[in-house]
């Protein structure tokens, strides 16, 4: 499989068009992939050099097949989930409208406030993903913290440090 297809499904399933009579063609979501990989690799050095081709639409080497690097599959399909919902936002805030005449009521606005919702999360997936990637899925700014005897910095039976006695600091251990 390609990246045509491949990356075409797993964008399907950030942007919940999943189920057949899709909202988006899968022309219109490789145009989208590709505007995507275009900023994400501006952002972030992966272990191959790719390069995007926006009139051609295609993406080099073969992201799937190719180089099966799975982050940048990844994290380019969370950035197109973002440009996809920021999209529609913004014709979701275009067409918000509140109307009332007399006692009837007509409010659109709950539709835009849902979609920046969307928009935000994905977001937020997207900057969660790129982080754990570039910090290389590790625990950053974890510590350990436990009473410390700088008496036994030079080992368990160490009596000295700096010149000091050992018991000046105190034996926790």
């Given at each position: 499989?390609?990246?045509?297809?491949?990356?075409?499904?797993?964008?399907?399933?950030?942007?919940?068009?999943?189920?057949?009579t899709?909202?988006?063609?899968?022309?219109?979501?490789?145009?989208?992939?590709?505007?995507?990989?275009?900023?994400?690799?501006?952002?972030?050095?992966?272990?191959?050099?790719?390069t995007?081709?926006?009139?051609?639409?295609?993406?080099?080497?073969?992201?799937?097949?190719?180089?099966?690097?799975?982050?940048?599959?990844?994290?380019?399909?969370?950035?197109?989930?973002?440009?996809?919902?920021?999209?529609?936002?913004?014709?979701?805030?275009?067409?918000?409208?509140?109307?009332?005449?007399?006692?009837?009521?007509?409010?659109?606005?709950?539709?835009?406030?849902?979609?920046?919702?969307?928009?935000?999360?994905?977001?937020?997936?997207?900057?969660?993903?790129?982080?754990?990637?570039?910090?290389?899925?590790?625990?950053?700014?974890?510590?350990?913290?436990?009473?410390?005897?700088?008496?036994?910095y030079?080992?368990?039976?160490?009596?000295?440090?700096?010149?000091?006695?050992?018991?000046?600091?105190?034996?926790?251990?």
């Amino acid at each position: 499989m390609s990246w045509q297809s491949t990356m075409v499904l797993l964008l399907r399933e950030f942007v919940s068009d999943a189920v057949e009579t899709y909202t988006y063609s899968d022309v219109r979501l490789q145009e989208v992939i590709v505007a995507a990989a275009t900023s994400v690799i501006m952002e972030i050095d992966f272990t191959y050099t790719y390069t995007v081709d926006i009139d051609n639409i295609t993406i080099s080497p073969d992201p799937v097949s190719g180089t099966s690097e799975i982050a940048f599959q990844v994290l380019v399909c969370r950035k197109a989930a973002q440009l996809i919902y920021g999209g529609e936002y913004r014709d979701a805030s275009n067409r918000a409208i509140n109307f009332k005449d007399g006692p009837s009521t007509i409010d659109s606005r709950g539709v835009a406030e849902a979609k920046k919702k969307m928009l935000d999360d994905a977001s937020a997936a997207y900057n969660g993903t790129r982080t754990a990637y570039l910090t290389g899925n590790g625990m950053s700014g974890a510590a350990i913290v436990t009473p410390f005897n700088i008496g036994m910095y030079g080992g368990a039976y160490s009596t000295e440090w700096s010149g000091l006695p050992r018991n000046i600091h105190g034996n926790w251990s």
